[in-house]
Structure formats: C-alpha cells, structure tokens
C-alpha cells in the first residue's frame, strides 16, 4: 500500500509505503510478498518514497502505529552494558594533539578530592590507629567521601563490602610469613559487576589511579598489594595472603634424555672407500 503525503520534493508528492503481512498468511504468500517488495518500491520510484513502514496487526500500520514507528526512528538505538560505556568512553574523551611537543601524564583518570575527614583517616592507617577504611565517590560533588573507618579483623572484612555499590578500601592484614609476625597495607577496589550504573563504574574506574598515586606520593603509605574483586566473600585470609606471598614454585624439571632403544648392540665404525680415478 502507498499512502500520499501532502509535502512535495523534487520529484513530485512524497509517499509512505506500507508492507502488510499478517502472521496468519500462508508461507508461500510471505514469501512472495517479500521477495517483491523491494522490486516494488523500485518501480514505484525509490525517491518518491518517504518512509516505510512494516507490519502484521492492523494497528501496526494505522496512524498510531505510524506515529509509534517515527519515533522509534528517532530513540537511541539499544546498547549492551558494554556498548553503553564504550559510548560514554568516547564522548569522554578530547581531541589531542600529537607532535614533537606533545606531553603525556603519567597518572591517567580523573583526580577527586579527598575531604578533609578522608585523608584524617588515611593518616590514621598509617600509623596503625585503626585497621581498615572504606571511601566513597560522590559523583554529584565530584568528591572521595569516608564512610568506614574502625578496626577489623579479616573475618569481619567481608561484611563490609556493599553488594550494589563501588568502594576503595584500606586493610592492614595481619598474618604470619615464614614465623615473622606481618602486618601488610592492601588496596582493595570493590565493584559489584553490573549492579552499579554506568557512570558510577566508569569513574570509580578513572579515580582508582589517583588515588593511589596521593596516598603512596603525598601520604608516603606503602601498599603492600593491589587488588580487585566482585565480591566481599573472595576476602578470605588465604586468598590475602597468596596476593601477598604467592607461591614459588623452586624444583626445576631436568631435561629427561630419552632412552636409546634396545637391541641396537655396539657401535660400528663405518670405514668409506674412495674410489680411484
């Protein structure tokens, strides 16, 4: 079906070609419909057509169904959770120049603040007062809050990582290496999968950077080990202590020489005959 408008262009009025196919239709009859519609918007003359619509109720190809398909034309199109932040990725980013002169940061993402009640616990770690703290973004203000900060211990470490929302925390793992007693300072970036929106996953992600490098270069923190996990239940004592102390594996494998086959008896001496000229 065509369906004329009243706007005009260059070759005459401007029509809406309709394809109608009900799902009730025998296959043959689809089949035939489709294989010609393309032939029968050509000959009708392709610049004339304005739009083209497809359905199979009646109320997909009636003023309403029209309406609905123009403005699904003009919706964004559906991403995945991964397209979505590659989409975010690139509109995030700035053109830069490359050339002789062209500088490059060593630190890469975006560097929030730290409140001032932050960097008094942070200092705090360091001197052992207290065991673990957990910071914040906050992505209206575009600041690092603290939300924890106490002592705890590793069995209680996993209870403190939320299940719907990207944290940073600072753990002193006390544990025993090779009969000394150690206490190491571990980074812990906690994200929940896709549980946290796009946004809060991208900058949590780009404020992990300079963070570390504020706390390692103006604080003078030692991190012993920098870590990532999902969840809170991967926080046991033996994983900490693998990321710490991984194992080292010492044997090394000789090279086995294969046996020479048996029944081969002694080795002949071959003597070559030259011939003469």
């Known amino acids: 079906m065509f369906y004329r408008l009243d706007k005009r262009n260059d070759s005459g009025y401007e029509w809406i070609y309709i394809c109608y196919s009900p799902d009730c239709s025998a296959v043959r009859q689809k089949m035939l419909y489709a294989s010609t519609r393309a032939t029968l918007k050509k000959e009708f003359g392709g610049g004339q057509v304005r739009d083209e619509i497809f359905g199979t109720v009646p109320h997909d190809v009636n003023l309403t169904g029209y309406k609905r398909h123009v403005v699904s034309q003009h919706a964004p199109k559906p991403l995945t959770f ?14 830069v120049n490359i050339g002789v002169d062209t500088k490059h940061r060593t630190v890469q993402g975006v560097a929030f603040p730290l409140t001032q009640s932050a960097i008094e616990q942070l200092e705090n770690f360091q001197n052992k007062r207290v065991s673990y703290i957990q910071l914040s973004l906050d992505l209206e203000k575009e600041i690092i809050n603290l939300e924890l900060s106490e002592n705890v211990n590793i069995n209680g470490l996993r209870a403190k990582v939320p299940k719907d929302h990207a944290r940073y925390h600072f753990f002193a793992f006390k544990h025993t290496h090779e ?23 991208m900058l949590y992600s780009t404020c992990k950077a300079p963070l570390i490098d504020y706390v390692e270069q103006t604080l003078k923190m030692e991190i012993t080990r920098k870590i990532e996990i999902d969840d809170g239940k991967e926080l046991t004592y033996d994983h900490l202590y693998e990321e710490i102390h991984p194992p080292v594996n010492i044997a090394k494998r000789q090279f086995a020489k294969p046996t020479a086959p048996a029944g081969r008896g002694p080795k002949r001496m071959t003597k070559v005959t030259v011939a003469d000229d």
């Open 82 to 95: 991964a397209e979505e932040e590659l989409e975010m990725i690139k509109c995030a980013e700035v053109n």
């Open 179 to 201: 009969g000394d007693q150690l206490i190491s300072n571990v980074f812990i970036y906690s994200m929940p999968g896709y549980n946290c929106s796009i946004k809060e996953r």
